[in-house]
């Protein structure tokens, strides 16, 4: 598994309270703002907006009959399925797990040695067995049995057994076409003590990586003994990973008229295209796990939490980044807005493409101009010879004639494990040199000058005018807080027709950019077809205006699980009177929120998360234990150091909580986060000279980071340093025009010397940007 793939199942976490005065308050667990929230690793589908439906009701689509079957032998579907059957056969669907065995096993295990930037791993068997010589955890080598081979191509990876049930994943894989060892991560000397080593929490596949290679998996998480008992039905993906539990269906065959629908999920069987990509998400997409395993008849949402299109994952125009799968991507399609579904063109039962080459493409884009399969809108599609030089300009049949070249362009991942971008997008050079991001034809012609190649582009494809305005140019617009960036903002949340994933990408933007107008468009989007879409709108309404009952009560009955849980949380700390008559449906909320959170027991993240529930609900006695179970499943675990560390230091316990800090930053001393959290445990005492050096330390290690440079500017100006604070201030406001809190600490800060004028610039400036905000009047 490479990092990113690590992520992709990140615990669900919620963000602890950002509020915080000009002063030096700073409320318990405020320093876990930098977790990954409910949301970050954040997908949903293109559809309209249905017609706004009274507040307080949400709109429910249909699905597939609930059932309740079990698991069968799945020998037994090759009956009546043969055809399917065989494709499956020695696909990488069924090979995607295996047992370490002479026929699984593709690397050289001949008693050979690899030797990376930072550890040197052996590679040999002990009679059937095979097995590696490497560093453990506590950085001292040893011997460990390879338990199972995951993958076949383009790399295949190992699954350590390393005792107690746990399997870990090597980060030493083997490339199959040029039948050699190579390390996940070159050039970055990864040893013992890094979190990507292969040892730590964050490579453990019974977490990260088993539940999509296997079928009917369970973790089987003994949180007591810090064990795996995990099972599967059977390894590799199988017919019941995608179809759901068949015994219903076994039954159906024997006995029709005594079933209203076949006992079987029907995702691959609906018109509609959003039932199939949901079940393809639950293994291709960027999510956090909402529990242990899913459940084939409930919404993606239910049991996952896809990633939106943050900055970190996605480039500004929603070409991929980061290792984030194809969800993310293809619903943010016209293809997918037109009805294509995975299997238009992937045979899910072979895992190959249906057609080679630009056949597959062309399809639906010929000169008839119609749709070649049934459920596909071929509205827009034009009768036009796409597989020609006259539209590719490029010889035929050269590499780079083929549609994927242009539309698909994509990564390598894990190394040498090649992605294509599956959200369809066109080059055009003179557009991605204004926004930054990467283009098909600059990424080719490397030696023409990048000017020079968009002129040539314009003169070839002249471009159409755009009927609305651009979702990327927007959000560049917004992220950089540029004038009209709110204008910008409500004008892209107006539009009907804008991809679910963009618009709960958009509404994480609310946040900067407060007023009632952006306030009314996200309480317009509780009510949105899209799960995703309501989620974050949840978070967006919060952000705005927190704990308000009155809105985000109605959500806490939602019909997906990861809006409720967001729901629950955003009004957490009210009492029941406060609730009023959604206290109820608050305490089931708040009680599946807690569930998730134990459901991951093996997460430091999730013992954090109960931390912060915990002190919120009032139930004091339960935080201190939560937050040391977190630094016992990962010592390296920062955020719940910290937490501890500001737990002890408000229970009467302050020089065990600053030597808590002190040994985390002797052994992490380029942390951010620490530094930041050091300098205001010093601000606290009274020392402000160390630490306003400590404040600094993390500005300058994470000078982006908004968080860093205000705290350190607001220490700098409490400590008689204006004219550096105004600095400090001017400097954060220069990159990061969005930033109110820093912007309306250089207003006070430029009246209190009599710069009026210049105070009143910056107000002026933010009423550009976003007319609305209250503070404005």
Not at 363 to 374: D, F, I, K, R
Request: with cysteine; glycine share 6%.
């Amino acid at each position: 598994m490479s990092k990113a793939h690590k992520k992709n199942q990140s615990p669900a976490v919620e963000p602890a309270s950002s509020s915080r005065a000009s002063g030096w308050g700073w409320p318990l667990l405020a320093c876990c703002l930098l977790l990954l929230a409910l949301g970050i690793w954040l997908v949903q589908v293109a559809k309209p907006q249905a017609p706004a439906a009274p507040l307080g009701t949400t709109v429910q689509r249909p699905m597939p009959v609930k059932h309740d079957g079990k698991l069968v032998d799945e020998r037994q579907c090759q009956g009546c399925h043969a055809e399917q059957f065989a494709q499956w056969q020695g696909s990488h669907h069924q090979l995607a797990m295996q047992e370490a065995s002479d026929t699984s096993v593709l690397g050289d295990f001949n008693n050979v040695s690899f030797k990376s930037d930072s550890e040197t791993t052996r590679f040999f068997r002990k009679g059937r067995e095979f097995w590696i010589h490497a560093p453990g955890a506590d950085g001292q080598p040893q011997d460990f049995r390879v338990a199972y081979a995951f993958g076949i191509e383009p790399l295949q990876q190992y699954l350590i057994d390393t005792g107690k049930g746990h399997l870990q994943a090597l980060g030493v894989a083997w490339d199959t076409q040029k039948k050699s060892w190579f390390h996940l991560y070159p050039g970055q000397c990864v040893d013992f003590r890094d979190p990507l080593h292969w040892s730590t929490p964050q490579q453990n596949a019974n977490f990260m990586c088993v539940e999509c290679h296997t079928t009917g998996y369970q973790r089987n998480y003994n949180s007591a003994s810090n064990t795996y008992s995990s099972a599967w039905h059977a390894l590799g993906v199988g017919c019941q990973s995608c179809h759901g539990p068949a015994s219903n269906h076994l039954a159906w065959t024997r006995e029709p008229q005594g079933w209203s629908n076949a006992g079987f999920s029907q995702a691959a069987h609906e018109k509609d295209n959003l039932n199939e990509v949901e079940t393809c998400a639950r293994c291709h997409s960027r999510r956090a796990n909402l529990g242990d395993g899913f459940r084939s008849h409930l919404r993606l949402m239910d049991d996952y939490l896809p990633s939106v299109l943050a900055p970190v994952l996605y480039e500004i125009d929603g070409k991929i980044k980061d290792e984030v799968f194809e969800y993310g991507s293809f619903t943010q399609s016209k293809m997918f807005a037109k009805g294509v579904r995975c299997s238009s063109c992937h045979n899910p039962h072979s895992a190959k493409l249906r057609q080679e080459g630009n056949e597959l493409c062309t399809q639906c884009h010929n000169p008839s101009g119609q749709a070649a399969q049934v459920g596909i809108a071929g509205q827009g599609l034009l009768a036009k010879n796409y597989d020609s030089p006259e539209h590719h300009r490029h010889p035929a049949g050269s590499p780079a004639a083929q549609c994927t070249s242009c539309h698909m362009p994509g990564k390598l991942y894990m190394v040498n494990d090649y992605r294509h971008d599956h959200s369809f997008s066109l080059p055009n050079p003179e557009r991605a040199l204004k926004l930054g991001t990467p283009d098909a034809c600059i990424a080719c012609h490397t030696a023409m000058p990048s000017a020079k190649l968009a002129e040539q582009f314009q003169q070839w494809f002249a471009q159409l005018p755009t009927k609305e305005p651009r979702y990327d140019e927007a959000l560049l617009r917004i992220r950089q807080g540029s004038h009209g960036a709110a204008a910008a903002l409500l004008e892209q949340l107006a539009r009907q027709e804008l991809p679910a994933i963009r618009r709960a990408t958009l509404l994480a933007e609310v946040a900067n950019y407060p007023g009632q107008p952006l306030f009314q468009a996200a309480i317009n989007d509780l009510r949105h077809t899209a799960p995703q879409v309501r989620e974050a709108a949840v978070s967006a309404v919060a952000a705005l205006q927190p704990q308000r009952v009155d809105i985000l009560g109605p959500l806490l009955d939602d019909p997906v699980r990861a809006v409720r849980i967001n729901a629950g949380f955003q009004l957490l700390g009210l009492s029941p009177p406060q609730l009023g008559p959604y206290a109820e449906a608050w305490r089931k909320a708040i009680g599946e929120y807690e569930q998730v959170q134990a459901s991951l027991a093996e997460r430091a993240e999730s013992h954090l998360n109960l931390a912060m529930l915990y002190q919120a609900d009032g139930r004091s006695g339960l935080v201190e234990p939560a937050l040391r179970t977190a630094l016992k499943r990962d010592p390296d675990f920062l955020p719940a150091r910290i937490a501890l560390a500001q737990w002890l230091e408000n229970n009467a316990q302050v020089e065990q909580g600053r030597q808590l800090l002190q040994e985390s930053l002797h052994q992490h001393a380029d942390s951010a986060l620490l530094q930041h959290a050091w300098g205001l445990a010093l601000v606290r005492t009274g020392e402000h000279a160390q630490a306003l050096h400590a404040l600094a330390q993390a500005a300058q290690l994470e000078p982006d980071n908004p968080e860093y440079g205000y705290v350190y500017a607001i220490a700098l100006h409490d400590t008689g340093k204006g004219d550096l604070a105004r600095e400090q201030l001017q400097a954060l406001l220069a990159r990061q025009p969005s930033n109110r809190a820093a912007r309306f600490a250089l207003m006070n800060y430029l009246k209190e010397v009599g710069q009026d004028a210049q105070a009143r610039q910056l107000a002026a400036e933010l009423a550009l940007i976003n007319p609305a905000d209250p503070a404005l009047r």
